[in-house]
T-cell receptor, first 111, second 118 residues
């Protein structure tokens, strides 16, 4: 069964704008990861945030984690057309490499 | 560094036929995963190997799906017989051993095999 639920399901913005995607999950986690999937391709790891971290940055990406609310957000700043893809959150439970993915957010960045 | 390799990239079969997918993980990665991704959904874990042993196959439909990783490196996933609802992309991923990598269990994905069952 899937663990994470992304919100919104689809998001369309103009190039240069910021994009925010949210993820909610159900059980206690070890860490939460965000992945990107371009059409017809495999998933690419973007960023991992551990359960004892609250915020993490990587380039134009900013991820937050609120374990009390069991939620995370991914912010992409100054979006580009190349950011057009589906974004998935995946949660990992303790002592297990098994990850559960959400259904994803489909982001479209218009040039 | 070579990534996760999968073949074939595309496969079209008729229902009730058999099909097999192959995966070669990143060198040195002890853990290997097979996921099924139906169109519009996120990947669903089918089976997880640690070296040549199965760690988790709770979501594998064992009446028709089987997987093996005999030498702890390459892996094959088989469907026999296929059903229409098996149409999906089958993704293989690998990662370092959890015991050696600690909490950093980033998974590296292959390009996937797109299966169409007619």
């Amino acid at each position: 069964s899937q663990q994470g639920e992304e919100d919104p399901q689809a998001l369309s913005i103009q190039e240069g704008e910021n994009a925010t995607m949210n993820c909610s999950y159900k059980t206690s986690i070890n860490n939460l990861q965000w992945y990107r999937q371009n059409s017809g391709r495999g998933l690419v790891h973007l960023i991992l945030i551990r359960s004892n971290e609250r915020e993490k940055h990587s380039g134009r990406l900013r991820v937050t984690l609120d374990t009390s609310k069991k939620s995370s957000s991914l912010l992409i700043t100054a979006s580009r057309a190349a950011d057009t893809a589906s974004y998935f959150c995946a949660t990992a439970v303790y002592n297990n490499n098994d990850m559960r993915f959400g259904a994803g957010t489909r982001l479209t960045v218009k040039p | 560094e070579a990534g996760v390799a999968q073949s074939p990239r595309y496969k079209i079969i008729e229902k009730r036929q058999s099909v097999a997918f192959w995966c070669n993980p990143i060198s040195g990665h002890a853990t290997l995963y097979w996921y099924q991704q139906i169109l519009g959904q996120g990947p669903k874990l089918l089976i997880q190997f640690q070296n040549n042993g199965v760690v988790d196959d709770s979501q594998l439909p064992k009446d028709r799906f089987s997987a093996e990783r005999l030498k702890g490196v390459d892996s094959t996933l088989k469907i026999q017989p296929a059903k229409l609802e098996d149409s999906a992309v089958y993704l293989c991923a690998s990662s370092l051993d959890l015991k050696t990598s600690g909490v950093n269990n980033e998974q590296f994905f292959g390009p996937g095999t797109r299966l169409t069952v007619l």
